[in-house]
């Protein structure tokens, strides 16, 4: 990682899978891998997750489940049908792919601005998880993927 | 990972993404990551990568350019405009995306075998560079990714 690294970290911690139906993907992902089908959860509701996409709050929620690999986190999210990020990218790209790779940062805000000061926009973020919260950051115009920042307290 | 792991492994040793313009594109992860431009080289040409899609040898080529990060590879993708994974992924979905995530295993040929017996064709092949040689597995259907095997000797 250089000095000038924009999220102060370069481990991947998380890949991000787009699916429309998690259940048979996640049997999919249990049966290759030889483990056990994670729980299958839905996101918190906007009385909590507070979620905002392209600055308005939305109810849009999603189905996760997550594979924890030697170093990294695989998830896969089934967007319900209001607009968010993830249902953008099912409906833009097709199932499949990945949607982001995320990062856990300090000082979320600050990358959020200087993200943004390079036309790399917030384009959604929730929370506040357990004390933490995520922003998606809209780089894909540059680095061809989404990122994710990850916050906990 | 459970011992019925089709891999013998689960180690994510790399995320590759299809670029359009991969010179543009590994300027702006060194940019955003503050590291320098990695080496952009060619695949080998077919007598020596002996590269095959579906079967059949294919003059394809594609671009390179690997950036380390801490925990796994990523690895930017310029396909040429003959056929191979890498066209076919760039035409199905566009520009950017995750191709693929890769393994680094043992007994390739035995795990080849596995995994088409599960309907996980091998699509696409080639070596032998530096005693290595890779194996893409059209685990698209089932895990709504692509896998790469590598195996080293």
Do not use: C
Request: glycine letters at 10%.
């Amino acid at each position: 990682m250089g000095e000038k690294s924009f999220l102060g970290t370069d481990f991947v911690a998380q890949i991000g899978i787009i699916v429309k139906d998690i259940d048979k993907t996640a049997q999919a992902f249990a049966d290759f891998f030889g483990v056990d089908v994670p729980p299958i959860k839905w996101t918190d509701e906007y009385d909590k997750a507070q979620t905002h996409y392209k600055g308005n709050p939305v109810e849009s929620r999603a189905k996760l489940a997550f594979f924890k690999m030697e170093n990294i986190q695989i998830e896969l999210i089934e967007p319900d049908e209001n607009p968010s990020t993830w249902r953008e990218f099912l409906e833009d790209h097709g199932e499949g792919g990945v949607h982001h790779i995320a990062f856990i940062v300090n000082g979320m805000k600050q990358i959020v601005a200087s993200m943004e000061n390079e036309n790399m926009p917030l384009v959604q973020k929730g929370g506040e998880y357990d004390g933490g919260r995520y922003a998606y950051m809209d780089s894909f115009g540059q680095l061809k993927v989404i990122l994710e920042l990850l916050e906990n307290d």
